[in-house]
């Protein structure tokens, strides 16, 4: 397998630092570009004997770059709150993907997340949280690959020393649901963080709750498997 990975990148970032009296505020935003591409030539036999039913070569520069835009924008606050500290932030992240001839619908998300931290003392800090993080299926289920089966209907021998066969060639595509939704994690928790004599420690008293909808939402099913017959002659030497 000859694999290339070409990847281009860029991003923007802003940050803005102020203070309100006691409010100290930290602002962070952005937006960044990605694209991933291959300019390998991909799987290839030096001897064709030795590759799998339904080979075809086709080199990754024929497959599409993925392209990935994200928005970005984190707001932290602190403040005293009597002789305590408290301290808050909030998130959002939003992701969409370009992939040029797929199929898929709702190529975007939407990540929220809130932190807290409340310093009582020196000693003990109550915190929290909450955040959702979504993540995509991989490049090829997004874009299915175009796969081959390759079924032998006729082959004779002639010279003692040849051989020749036919074979019917079906195209077809491995699809999944095309309203894919992304893979989900939701996690929230609370703790409790305790140092003392310089040694910390961290208990989680509540709940951590991870909840995943699976990208499978309904069976693989064959798309665009065309059933005429596409023959092919393939003569071989004893």
Not at 6 to 18: I, V
Not at 37 to 43: D, I, K, L, R, Y
Not at 98 to 118: D, E, H, M, Q, V
Not at 122 to 134: D, M, Q, S
């Amino acid at each position: 397998i000859d694999s290339k990975e070409l990847d281009y990148a860029a991003s923007l970032k802003y940050e803005w630092n102020r203070r309100f009296k006691t409010v100290n505020s930290n602002l962070k935003a952005g937006v960044q570009w990605k694209a991933t591409g291959n300019v390998g030539e991909g799987e290839y036999y030096k001897d064709p004997s030795l590759a799998p039913n339904g080979y075809r070569p086709r080199p990754y520069t024929t497959y599409p770059y993925m392209h990935n835009v994200s928005l970005y924008a984190e707001e932290s606050l602190s403040f005293p709150v009597g002789n305590t500290m408290l301290r808050l932030m909030a998130g959002v992240r939003w992701e969409h993907l370009f992939i040029k001839g797929t199929k898929y619908k709702n190529l975007n998300t939407l990540s929220p997340r809130f932190n807290a931290r409340w310093q009582l003392n020196e000693y003990i800090a109550i915190r929290g949280g909450w955040g959702i993080t979504e993540k995509l299926p991989s490049f090829y289920t997004l874009y299915p690959k175009q796969e081959y089966r390759d079924i032998q209907t006729f082959g004779f021998s002639y010279n003692k020393i040849e051989s020749s066969y036919i074979y019917y060639s079906q195209p077809y595509t491995l699809l999944h649901n095309e309203n894919l939704r992304w893979q989900r994690n939701q996690n929230a928790e609370i703790g409790l963080d305790v140092n003392i004599a310089r040694t910390r420690i961290s208990t989680v008293p509540s709940c951590r709750i991870n909840t995943q909808v699976l990208i499978l939402r309904s069976p693989m099913m064959c798309s665009n498997c065309r059933m005429d017959s596409l023959c092919r002659l393939t003569r071989k030497s004893m």
